[in-house]
């Protein structure tokens, strides 16, 4: 019977050693870290997401949680917003396909590597303005491609047009943003 008791009170201590432990550890070590996703916030009309990996092209739905290597389509007459972990935001218009090459953000430092591809279509960034005072130090970079060109933004609201042949690119600066003056011409 003391034998019995005896290895029930070393269960008991060890359990309450490692519990102790764990809850004395940050929270950041013990959680695991989790990739950064972008989330479908609006969807208008038909809209459909292609998971990477998949074949099959689904219906997308508000809410629905897009990762690296996803890709998203708008039909006719159909739009997609996606809010990015940055806080910036991509709206996929009309007749688009866009793929989400890498999404990579880190909250603490707030330095960003977000990569996407825009196949045929057009897309509308707003490129949040958080990472600007870091960008220097950090080069937190935000492009969109095209078959043909290259949009990279800091902090300003970028439009990305493509055929597959041809692309035009034009930018908005946000309110606030000072450096350089750009009057959102569209360049091709």
Do not use: C
């Not at 949009?151 to 930018?171: C, E, N």
């Amino acid at each position: 019977m003391r034998e019995v008791l005896r290895g029930s009170m070393q269960r008991l201590v060890i359990v309450s050693v490692v519990g102790g432990l764990l809850l004395a550890m940050p929270a950041s070590v013990v959680a695991q870290k989790v990739a950064p996703n972008a989330e479908l916030k609006r969807v208008v009309g038909r809209v459909e997401v292609l998971a990477k990996g998949q074949t099959q092209w689904i219906p997308a739905v508000v809410g629905a949680q897009l990762a690296e290597g996803d890709d998203i389509r708008a039909y006719a007459g159909a739009s997609a917003e996606l809010a990015l972990p940055d806080t910036s935001t991509v709206v996929v218009a009309e007749n688009s396909r866009l793929l989400l090459t890498k999404i990579d953000y880190d909250p603490q430092s707030q330095s960003r590597l977000i990569l996407m591809h825009l196949v045929v279509g057009k897309v509308r960034a707003t490129v949040a303005q958080a990472a600007i005072t870091l960008a220097r130090v950090r080069q937190s970079n935000f492009a969109i491609s095209t078959p043909t060109a290259v949009a990279a933004a800091r902090g300003t609201i970028l439009w990305v047009f493509t055929d597959g042949q041809k692309s035009m690119m034009a930018v908005e600066p946000e309110l606030g943003f000072t450096e350089g003056s750009s009057q959102g011409v569209w360049r091709q």
